[in-house]
């Protein structure tokens, strides 16, 4: 049996917690043979108390062979000493009507903090995913307050982002998923995102020859960077399950490595494809076996896809401005 990973996770009785909590424990985020010890952060009050208590009884009422310790914790050094991996759910939710602007200043404060405990605290290697919202500039702003953690050990969710394009261009082509590859979307987990077909490949065809040009732009962008506020509107809350099991994507690709496949992943960029260094962008990339993730690097750009990571780039300057204050010097 390996030696058990530290996991914590934030957020655990939202619903997107609810929905991940399981599936870690089921082997599913780090591999059926990692034992985890998991950590689960609550709010310091009777209520998030009791809830909690609750998700702990079903966790245990489950009896997973692969769970090898699990604590409740109120204080965030104690929720991160030694974690390695982090999982940043908890943040301000986005309701009807509301755009991810109005979460920023009220979750600055909580990624900031969270950045400082993890700094003083967590593993050196810890992989931190950020599913909260604004989910880039969160991680941006978490990284910016840890800077005695190297700033690859952190990322922001865009893995749900790739999930939609991998089924939108599935459903259009008649093609199951699992026959597309080299899916890219870059930029912002937002409705500026650029999902892009350009490299992609459906059973080893270029979607570009399967799919009209004007398909692509007028209803498979707009769907897919769109898709988190239609589902806000159809279920009158956020997307949960798929966050969560786009979250699961995620860690285990990054623990395990893709072996030359390409995932979504927000991480700090490096300067590639003039994204400025440090901005936590989505770009398609690979991991190694190590964990090491690598930006696909050179792909050549269309214009359009161009305009889009300009436009991204100026939104998550303007996020990083609105939360100047939270960055360190
Ligand atoms: C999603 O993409 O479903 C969510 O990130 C939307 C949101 O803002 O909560």
Not at 60 to 85: G, I, Q
Not at 215 to 222: G, I, L, N, Q
Not at 247 to 265: A, E, F, K, S
């Amino acid at each position: 049996m390996k030696e058990p990973i530290r996991v914590t996770v934030t957020g655990p009785t939202g619903q997107i917690g609810y929905a991940i909590l399981f599936r870690i424990c089921s082997g599913a985020m780090f591999g059926a043979d990692q034992p985890v010890k998991l950590t689960l952060l609550s709010r310091d009050n009777e209520k998030s108390k009791a809830a909690l208590k609750g998700v702990m009884m079903e966790l245990s009422d489950c009896a997973f062979p692969l769970l090898a310790e699990m604590r409740a914790e109120t204080d965030l050094r104690e929720a991160f000493r030694d974690c390695e991996a982090a999982i940043l759910i908890g943040s301000r939710p986005r309701g009807p009507g509301m755009e991810r602007a109005d979460l920023l200043e009220g979750n600055a404060a909580i990624f900031c903090e969270q950045g400082r405990a993890l700094n003083e605290v967590a593993a050196r290697n810890v992989k931190v995913v950020v599913v909260g919202n604004p989910c880039n500039t969160n991680a941006w702003i978490a990284m910016k307050n840890a800077p005695s953690l190297d700033p690859s050990c952190f990322s922001a969710l865009m893995r749900l982002d790739e999930n939609r394009a991998l089924s939108q261009l599935a459903e259009k082509t008649g093609m199951p998923v699992c026959s597309i590859q080299k899916m890219a979307v870059w930029g912002n987990h937002s409705p500026t995102m650029v999902p892009d077909v350009t490299a992609t490949l459906v059973a080893d065809k270029k979607a570009v020859d399967l799919v009209d040009g004007e398909w692509v732009k007028s209803e498979f962008r707009p769907t897919v960077a769109k898709r988190g506020g239609a589902i806000i509107k159809a279920r009158g809350a956020s997307s949960a399950a798929s966050a969560a099991s786009a979250t699961i994507d995620h860690m285990y690709d990054w623990t395990n490595g893709t072996d030359g496949r390409w995932v979504i992943m927000a991480v700090p960029s490096d300067g590639s494809y003039g994204v400025p260094e440090g901005m936590v962008f989505g770009f398609p990339c690979t991991v190694t076996a190590e964990g090491k993730v690598e930006i696909v690097k050179d792909l050549e750009l269309t214009d359009d896809v161009k305009v889009g990571i300009a436009k991204n780039i100026e939104e998550l300057k303007k996020e990083q401005e609105a939360v100047a204050a939270f960055i360190p010097n």
